[in-house]
């Protein structure tokens, strides 16, 4: 029967395949149903997953209000997110604009808190123009507005009655505002301002909301009167008819294009838009800290101009709550997977060793869940600081203001570096499957990455925070350092007194650990001074040391986070083993980041080679007594199926069936023989490439 | 403004020979010019335009790419490019294609694991693409243990044949690719099933699809796995799911050039070498080697011509702001991925040397260098591909916000690139191998002497015990004081290992417990690889004017950079004080100058057309802004004024009929 010829053979066997294996396979998907797969692993927790879920939350009814939300998403079909990276650009964006929409009436209909409100608009976990309306158009109107200007946009705002969006990246200028191009020209005559892209580099690039869907924008522009230049201030411009939505004359609007990954950012409508010559009337500059009169007078208000980084905190400290959680996202999908996945180890043909018991696995995840803690208690703590800073900028007192500014700066690129380079460690972690969209992950990464140069680019903020350092460590003598900066103060014991560790234990004190921590910053700091004082010109001496700058920010920043955490457990934590299980964690982060740079610490001989190896074999012994908890952990982030939107992170830990439910869902998978197999490749089989036309 | 080289005052600082460095570069001037010809042949042919495919659904997406294959493949034909050429033709449509597994996988499997009269049936088939082949190995639960793979090759004596079956759901074939929609047979690694009993894994010719009419054969079921990270990037390529339903094939369709199965069903093993494999799997790595190479030369290129063009801050006096790329926040970022990019070209070259004497060897069967190459390869593999692919995310990220777009280049050439870490190997799972190498080489050390890349393990006893003598910033610019420091580091690392892992009663359970300290030792092992090839590179002539003098600057930028960023190594191993680290620092940043006026001219010596780049952020001639605002309109969303939606879901939000809308 058989024959060595394959065409021959292939003949005999051709026939029409019978009813494609697909569907048996989704059944036994559906029978896995209902199974949790994890059983095992939950039960191996020793501490109340519950109370830690709070412990994450904040408090209790931040839980409850956040859960609610979670779930009325995740239950909703509208807001499947699953098909989201096959649709091309212009159903893809049709698609978020539905879904922003149906978001809205949600709001309306269930009369939905601010709070619940934002909660909701983050689980649908798609950017749209809304994110600008509510985060940047209406807040800058809050806080740039006079009494009266709010009174007049705010009301149309918060109905949506205008759809607003904040313009000031160009396409030549991204994080220096004072070297944006747009002009802002007053004309006395007509009691109006004329709004200019003079070049093409001046053309306002990057804004969300701004391409296809606001109707207004803050823009920001450089004010000029009679010739002279006044700095950069921001002015309410309509850009769309409100009647059929057409661009208005005098300006040119489009979208930039596509950006990194499938859905991610390419739901928002980012925008380019550039002014001929359009004219607003003058009480469209937002004038509650400058204003220009009738007369063309530049006048400057008694409101102090320090209250406009009350805003940059708030916003800041959004930034590195979002780091949390999206790192936590990316740790919990990592842990789960590496939990189902099996790899070599097997004895007497018996189960592969699941993957998270490798050691090498552990010193690479097991960090990054302790840095999703770090950095959702230092996101809570910013919450407090700016409450405190708020406070004082209402009674006038601005002196914490300089340390408060370097100090988010720097946790912002702290932790949103830590969280794209995190999300791309989880990925990995995950082996090939980490490839595939449906593993979450390449989504993830690439909505997540932008957030290390919005909001002020990552190593300008450490070069920000440097600054801050060299001057405290330079005013040493005459001003005493506050908050996060206080430790300086210290300085002389922190440059004399070396590490006392003596044994692997010793390293699980919280104040070895901060003394080391502070140890390394102040050296370092210190150091930079020493060697920028050999500089004639300080700001020659501050460009050529700036990587050495940069990397004693870094250890400024990391102390902060690493006193954050310990602080923290310093408070009481309710529920049984939560606090305990933290405190490991708090560890994990400590001697990771210490043995991560321990050349840091050893370089400014604080810590011999025998210290860095206890803390080193420390760290090992810690893992070990992560890993039973390690389900639970993630489990605490309360993250639904919905949001995870992961196949390798589903909370069943039942991951194959669903990949392979999953791969038949791409539109590839329509039909057996695919578009384009007819026309060019049946003619290279058949060697009739010669005459094909292709 | 088209014409005009707005780069043009950047090139004339160039202090060396550029069309000598493209040569160095290229390896000769011989393989420059062949690959110069291609990359012109790709760039000029509209049938290659590669702009718009993130913007194509996934159908369309792969319709375009199989009609690019079919024209690659006609041009081939029609031009009777030599297989070199076919190589580099195929490497400038930069598309992952079914022909990559088909050339790459399929054909080089027969060849090396087929008989004689298995090879003269099924090459000419596949020369021809009378047959399109792929390489099936990964399962869905199964990936870099060969041995847990769950399908099976059963032995039926009675029909001669061998019975194919994928037993469950996790022995599912997953991720080949070509597999999911066009190649017609593929070699199936399954475990050989005789009498009931395991005889190891082999390979299997199976047919999956009729040659008549495409449609995949009865017991088959086929399909694409899904989309994968990036736009266009690996989506154009149809990774595949293969279940086998005991489907049948002749006896003869094993590949037995290593093992045979009998008639009766007998296992007999040839007298052929095992250790041959080992030849295939070198080569493949070094080819791994040097795409790292051209894949972060790319990324470098885009960031550094980028970096010349953008400007931020430091205006004086109204005037221009600074050119990014004169920061040294972002030369000390930049340079070394520059430096790393020249490094991993020669290093990757060196590997092509090691495969010819690892070839002439097997023939000779001399096995006696096989573990050390192995090591060797893996190690290089693994460090080559991390480096990449984090240097690509860092180039982006180099370019500031617009690095974000598509039209960057650069998200996509990460997409595509990352899988570099995962596939032929996991990159923690090779470094753990050469681990296992080195502490090997260490305990024998009393009998055996080591070779090759590990010779400098004779000389452990000197080197644990001498420290560094560099006293000036100056006294590094010596190779042999950087050869020195980078051994003692790895041999100071590995005995460490070696020593902790003798308290341990059982070493499998020390190795397993010690393995995050054994990759850093292999780290360090792999990086004075790198860092000794680069400098013995520089011992050759290289012709042309100034070309290896600035080649020795970036040889010292790569080994200083990388002692610095692991200075917690050198510090602990107590071969470096902290002062000679320091000062090591303090040369660093003196490089960074001297690299800083060539640096237009070392990524233009990589010899890229702008097509290949594919990148608006690094075209050759820096008018950037104009191109960038050119390829926005190009979106879809930018087809009309009013977008898609826009009645439906806005215009009842501003007209405050929402309640009442139907979404």
């Not at chain 1, 109340?48 to 408090?59: I, L, R």
């Not at chain 2, 030849?279 to 960031?303: E, H, N």
């Not at chain 2, 002439?360 to 060797?376: I, K, V």
Request: glycine share 8%; net charge neutral; hydrophobic share 40%.
């Amino acid at each position: 029967m058989v024959t060595c010829d394959p065409t021959k053979w292939l003949v005999q066997a051709s026939h029409k395949p019978k009813e494609s294996k697909y569907l048996t396979y989704l059944r036994l998907a559906e029978a896995m149903e209902g199974v949790d797969y994890l059983r095992e692993e939950r039960k191996k927790a020793q501490f109340d997953v519950e109370a830690m879920k709070v412990a994450w939350a904040g408090s209790r009814q931040a839980f409850e209000v956040s859960d609610r939300m979670a779930k009325l998403v995740a239950n909703d079909p509208v807001f499947e997110k699953f098909s989201k990276p096959m649709l091309a650009r212009k159903e893809l964006f049709k698609n978020t604009l539905r879904k922003a929409a149906y978001a809205r009436k949600l709001i309306n209909d269930l009369r939905l808190t601010e709070e619940e409100a934002k909660w909701l608009r983050h689980y649908i976990d798609e950017p749209n123009y809304t994110d600008l309306h509510w985060e940047m158009f209406v807040p800058a109107i809050e806080g740039q507005g006079t009494n009266e200007q709010k009174k007049k946009w705010l009301p149309l705002a918060q109905t949506m009655q205008i759809i607003g969006t904040y313009a000031q990246t160009e396409l030549g200028h991204g994080s220096n505002v004072q070297g944006l191009e747009t002009t802002a020209t007053f004309d006395r005559q007509t009691d109006e301002f004329v709004m200019h892209s003079p070049t093409l580099t001046s053309s306002k690039w990057w804004p969300g909301g701004m391409a296809k869907v606001a109707t207004h924008a803050i823009v920001y522009a450089r004010l000029i009167i009679d010739g002279h230049f006044h700095g950069v201030h921001g002015f309410m411009v309509q850009l769309r008819s409100l009647e059929d939505h057409s661009p208005l004359p005098g300006l040119t609007l489009g979208d930039i294009g596509m950006k990194f990954g499938h859905g991610t950012y390419n739901t928002m409508d980012n925008g380019v838009l550039r002014f001929d010559r359009l004219r607003i009337p003058r009480n469209q500059m937002l004038m509650r800290v400058s204003q220009v009169t009738k007369e063309g007078k530049y006048v400057q208000s008694d409101v102090p101009r320090q209250l406009l980084y009350g805003t940059m905190v708030s916003v800041r400290q959004t930034i590195v709550v979002d780091a949390s959680k999206a790192l936590s996202r990316a740790v919990c999908i990592a842990t789960r997977y590496s939990v189902v996945r099996r790899q070599f180890g097997s004895r007497n043909g018996g189960p592969e060793t699941q993957v998270i018991d490798y050691k090498t696995q552990q010193s690479r995840l097991f960090p990054l869940l302790a840095s999703a803690y770090a950095f959702r208690f230092v996101g809570e703590w910013l919450k407090s600081l700016y409450t405190d800073v708020k406070q004082r900028l209402e009674a006038n007192d601005f002196s914490t203001l300089p340390e408060t500014h370097a100090c988010t700066a720097g946790l912002k690129a702290l932790t949103t570096a830590a969280t794209a380079d995190g999300i791309e460690e989880c990925r990995k972690l995950c082996g090939g499957h980490g490839y595939l969209i449906s593993s979450g992950l390449p989504e993830l990464f690439a909505f997540y990455v932008p957030a290390c140069s919005y909001e002020g680019e990552n190593v300008v903020m450490m070069l920000q925070v440097a600054r801050f350092l060299v001057k405290t460590v330079s005013n040493l003598g005459s001003k005493q350092p506050v908050g996060t900066a206080a430790y300086l103060e210290r300085v002389a014991p922190l440059m004399k007194n070396n590490c006392a560790v003596q044994t692997g234990e010793d390293w699980l004190t919280p104040d070895a650990i901060l003394e080391a921590f502070e140890a390394r910053a102040a050296r370092m700091i210190v150091g930079c001074c020493q060697r920028l004082a050999m500089f004639e010109n300080p700001e020659e001496g501050f460009a050529e040391l700036s990587t050495d700058l940069v990397e004693a920010s870094l250890a400024h920043c990391q102390l902060i986070a690493v006193s954050v955490f310990i602080q923290k457990l310093k408070q009481e934590i309710p529920g049984n083993g939560v606090k305990q299980s933290l405190e490991v964690l708090c560890y994990v982060y400590a001697l990771f980041i210490l043995h991560k740079h321990q050349g840091d610490f050893l370089a400014v001989g604080y810590l011999t080679p025998k210290q860095a190896s206890l803390a080193n074999e420390q760290l090992r012994t810690l893992y070990s007594k992560v890993r039973p908890n390690a389900i639970a952990l993630v489990d605490s982030f309360n993250h639904t199926d919905h949001y995870l939107s992961s196949v390798l992170g589903c909370y069943d830990g039942n991951v194959y069936p669903k990949l392979y439910e999953a791969a038949l869902k791409d539109p590839l998978n329509e039909s057996d023989i695919a578009d384009g197999i007819q026309q060019y490749v049946q003619p290279i089989l058949k060697q009739k490439l010669h005459y094909a036309k292709l | 403004m088209e014409g005009v080289d707005y780069l043009s005052d950047e090139r004339k600082k160039a202090q060396f020979d550029v069309e000598a460095m493209k040569v160095a570069w290229a390896g000769s001037r011989e393989a420059f010019q062949l690959s110069d010809r291609m990359a012109k042949l790709v760039a000029n042919d509209p049938a290659f335009e590669k702009f718009t495919r993130p913007m194509m659904g996934r159908k369309e997406l792969l319709k375009n790419t199989l009609r690019k294959a079919a024209h690659g493949w006609k041009l081939i034909v029609d031009l009777r490019l030599t297989e070199e050429e076919a190589k580099w033709l195929r490497l400038y449509i930069d598309e992952p294609a079914y022909t990559d597994l088909h050339w790459g996988m399929f054909f080089p499997a027969i060849e090396g694991q087929g008989t004689e009269e298995q090879k003269k049936k099924w090459l000419p088939l596949a020369q021809k693409m009378q047959i399109i082949g792929c390489y099936a190995q990964t399962e869905l639960g199964h990936g870099s243990n060969v041995q847990g793979l769950e399908t099976t090759a059963t032995f039926d004596p009675r029909t001669d044949e061998f019975v194919i079956h994928s037993p469950t759901l996790t022995s599912s074939k997953w991720w080949p690719g070509g597999l999911g929609k066009v190649s017609t047979h593929a070699v199936v690694y399954a475990r050989l099933i005789v009498g009931g009993e395991f005889h190891g894994v082999h390979g299997f010719i199976a047919q999956l699809r009729s040659l008549e009419d495409h449609s995949p054969l009865p017991g088959i079921t086929v399909g694409d796995i899904g989309m994968k990270f990036g736009n266009g990037a690996y989506n154009t390529m149809d990774n595949g799911v293969l279940r086998f339903d005991h489907v049948r094939i002749p006896r003869d369709q094993m590949l037995m050039r290593v093992t045979q199965v009998t008639k009766e069903g007998k296992i007999v093993q040839s007298d052929v070498p095992r250790q041959l494999i080992y030849g295939t799997m070198v080569y493949v790595r070094q080819t791994i080697v040097a795409d790292a190479s051209k894949a972060l030369s790319r990324a470098v290129c885009i960031a550094t011509r980028y970096s010349a063009v953008r400007r931020q801050f430091g205006s004086r006096n109204g005037g221009p702001e600074t050119q990014v790329i004169d920061y040294k926040t972002q030369q000390s970022r930049l340079f070394p991925l520059l430096a790393s990019a020249y490094a991993f070209r020669f290093v990757g070259e060196w590997l092509k040397w090691l495969y010819m004497d690892v070839q002439q060897r097997l023939a000779a069967n001399d096995f006696s260098t096989l573990p050390e190459a192995h090591a060797c390869t893996a190690g290089l593999k693994s460090l080559t591909t991390s480096a990449t692919a984090d240097g690509i995310e860092e180039c982006r990220k180099l370019c500031g916000g617009h690095g974000y777009l598509v039209s960057s280049g650069l998200p996509e050439l990460f997409a595509v690139y990352i899988p570099a870490c995962t596939y032929e190997g996991d990159n923690v799972v090779l470094l753990l191998q050469v681990a296992r190498f080195l502490v090997k080489t260490v305990s024998e050390l009393g009998y055996k002497k080591p070779v090759g890349t590990t010779a400098y393990m004779g000389r452990v006893a000197t080197l644990m015990q001498n420290n560094c003598s560099v006293q000036t910033a100056e006294g590094w610019l010596n190779p042999c004081a950087i050869v020195e420091a980078f051994e003692s580091r790895a041999a100071r690392m590995a005995v460490r290992c070696g020593r902790q892992l003798a308290k341990f009663e059982n070493p499998e359970e020390g190795f397993a417990e010690l393995s995050a300290d054994l990759v850093e030792a292999a780290v360090a092992h792999c990086q004075l690889i790198v860092v000794s090839k680069f400098v013995e590179k520089l011992q050759q002539d290289i012709p042309g004017k100034g070309v290896k003098q600035t080649l020795e600057v970036l040889c010292y930028v790569y080994a200083l950079f990388l002692l610095h960023k692991h200075q917690g190594d050198f510090l602990a191993t107590g071969y470096l004080t902290p002062k000679q680290a320091s000062l090591a620092n303090d040369q660093l940043r003196t490089l960074y100058s001297k690299v800083r006026p060539n640096a237009i001219a070392l990524v233009d010596s990589f010899s890229y057309t702008d097509h290949y780049l594919g990148s608006i952020l690094g075209c050759y001639d820096g008018n950037v802004y104009p191109k960038l605002y050119e390829a926005a309109w190009k979106d879809p969303l930018n087809d009309s004024d009013v977008v898609d939606g826009f009645h439906e879901y806005v215009q009842p939000i501003l007209k405050q009929k929402v309640r009442t809308a139907k979404l």
